[in-house]
């Protein structure tokens, strides 16, 4: 079994005993709520540079440790948020990267404090529209959907919920039979992630091969495996409108610096 599936098994199973319906005039009322951020999508779709998501995340079943288990997610926001990065990608999930539901219901709490609507993402591995009000009541504007972990029913629920909602939801592909399973749910973001997930190494010449072939008027973003001026510059240079960017940030001295060397690439 791939991490993933073994990641998707450990969700499903800690999430057996929440899992209820979700009515659709519930995720309406959620809807109406969202008040304070603006949208992921609109975000992501400047023309003028490339777009920057930054990634809270403490730990990665890749890469072990990446920042201290007590980290503030406040204060990573804070600096992320000083370097204009364009949206926020908070990880909730907990056994395997550290993080929680409290993270991303602190950093919009934050933003909003501070008249910010830069838009956050729920990272998480989502399966179940229960997932989807969650994310919707802490204050996300975009769901992941992973779409070689789930079946098409699972990512019809997922998409719809998240249409009542008013969020909006991230496609992530790896592979080019992935692209052809995304395009059925007529995406209007696809992320491809450079990180194999069964061999855990990144590799960019994933977006170079996917990116040019998802429809132009899909914002396409690079994920992951993206450190230096370099990677961003290729990652820009095979069409990606955005890029998504975890560890690199979480280490840098001075993240703010590399957002910003990012947004010219
Ligand atoms: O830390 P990196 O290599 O910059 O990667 C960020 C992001 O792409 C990665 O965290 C990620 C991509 N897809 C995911 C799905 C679930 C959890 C995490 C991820």
């Not at 199973?13 to 008040?35: A, C, W, Y």
């Not at 769901?143 to 998240?162: F, H, N, P, Q, S």
């Not at 069964?198 to 010449?205: Q, S, V």
Request: aromatic share 4%; net charge negative; glycine share 6%.
């Amino acid at each position: 079994m791939d991490k993933l599936s073994e990641i998707m098994a450990a969700k499903r199973h800690s999430l057996r005993n929440q899992i209820r319906p979700v009515r659709d005039q519930e995720l309406e009322r959620l809807g109406r709520m969202q008040t304070q951020g603006g949208s992921f999508l609109k975000a992501l779709a400047k023309k003028d540079r490339l777009s920057v998501i930054a990634e809270i995340k403490r730990k990665s079943p890749s890469a072990g440790e990446i920042a201290s288990a007590t980290l503030d997610a406040v204060e990573q926001a804070r600096e992320y948020i000083n370097a204009e990065a364009d949206c926020l990608s908070v990880l909730t999930d907990t056994d395997y990267f550290g993080g929680t539901l409290k993270d991303l219901w602190d950093v919009v709490e934050f933003l909003e404090c501070h008249g910010r609507k830069t838009p956050c993402l729920r990272k998480d591995f989502m399966v179940h529209p229960v997932q989807v009000a969650e994310a919707a009541e802490a204050g996300a504007r975009c769901i992941l959907i992973i779409v070689r972990a789930l079946a098409d029913d699972e990512i019809k629920a997922l998409r719809d919920a998240a249409g009542i909602a008013g969020l909006d939801a991230l496609y992530e592909i790896h592979e080019e039979r992935e692209l052809e399973k995304a395009l059925k749910f007529d995406p209007k973001i696809i992320g491809v992630n450079n990180r194999d997930l069964k061999r855990f190494k990144t590799d960019l010449a994933t977006s170079e091969l996917l990116i040019p072939q998802i429809p132009d008027h899909i914002i396409k973003v690079s994920e992951s495996g993206i450190f230096d001026l370099e990677d961003a510059e290729r990652a820009s240079a095979c069409g990606a409108d955005a890029i998504l960017v975890g560890e690199a940030l979480m280490k840098s001295e001075n993240p703010e610096e590399l957002i910003e060397a990012f947004h010219n690439a």
